[in-house]
């Protein structure tokens, strides 16, 4: 991934405290060396702490909060997960509109093990061909959504993976997916 096909390219990467450091930190570190602009937004500004599991981690910086972001101001969106960082998110309504706008207009969301909350709690994932953490299976499907059991899942302008073991391909097929919704002129105005 040493070419930088993604120069530009501004990803919203929407998280909160105890988000899963691979999560957040992995895919971010291949959208950046593929060229792609990160912005972490979270509910407050600051710094949220990672974990790794259960065990606290490092603290990220937020960029901007969910008061300041506007969906426009992006080309697509990662949505790491996390059990306690994708349930506070999920009652975030602002987090909820930012999702809904960024799928309403076509661009790629991206989204891993936990994170789906937020996509079910938008009302998003009926009829969506997905994955997930698997101890969330049944709220996706109770949702609407056609889960399976596949490290990664491409539906339309969706990629989505189950679990840190999994962020290898996770990290390919967002980054083809990010790729392909530029070519086609899905950038933001």
């Given at each position: ?27 971010r ?10 912005k ?7 710094e949220?702490q ?19 972001a506007?969906?426009?101001?992006f ?32 661009k ?8 789906p ?66 070519q ?6």
């Open positions: 991934m040493a070419e930088r096909k993604l120069d530009g390219y501004r990803v919203a990467i929407i998280a909160t405290d105890l988000f899963e450091e691979a999560e957040l930190v992995e895919p570190k291949a959208l950046e060396e593929a060229g792609a602009k990160t972490v937004i979270a509910p407050h500004a600051g949220i990672a974990v790794q599991h259960d065990k606290k981690t490092q603290k990220i910086k937020v960029d901007q909060t969910l008061d300041q506007r969906p426009a101001d080309d697509a969106v990662l949505l790491p997960g996390g059990a306690m960082n994708a349930d506070a998110l999920r009652m975030e309504k602002k987090a909820q509109e930012f999702v809904r706008q960024v799928d309403r207009e076509g790629p969301i991206a989204v891993i093990c936990h994170g909350w937020l996509l079910v709690s938008a009302g998003l994932v009926r009829g969506r061909h997905m994955t997930s953490y698997y101890t969330i299976q049944d709220d996706l499907k109770n949702a609407g959504a056609n889960w399976v059991d596949e490290v990664s899942v491409r539906d339309r302008n969706w990629v989505s993976s189950r679990q840190p073991s999994d962020i290898p391909q996770f990290n390919r097929n967002l980054i083809e997916l990010f790729l392909e919704a530029r086609k002129g899905r950038r933001a105005a």
